[in-house]
């Protein structure tokens, strides 16, 4: 996609939409190209059991949740 000032001031939604499309935008200032926006290549949402720290503690067969967040907490929220 090619964009100009004015399109980037008045229509940058479009300007939004053609990046999350993963396309290139081509920045024209009086018709020569002053620069190019690239979409940021973000990796699509994984499940948690696809990440590589999933499984990695021994520790979560022994205690739930709360008692390993009480463990790391400490003393500290004991009044609370």
Not at 14 to 37: C, H, M, P, S, W
């Amino acid at each position: 996609m090619k964009a100009t000032i004015v399109d980037l001031r008045y229509k940058m939604n479009d300007v939004l939409k053609a990046l999350g499309r993963n396309e290139q935008v081509t920045v024209l200032y009086r018709g020569k190209v002053k620069g190019i926006l690239i979409p940021s290549g973000q990796k699509s949402k994984l499940k948690i059991t696809d990440h590589p720290f999933f499984g990695m503690s021994p520790r979560i067969d022994e205690k739930t949740v709360q008692d390993l967040m009480d463990d790391l907490r400490g003393s500290r929220y004991d009044d609370v």
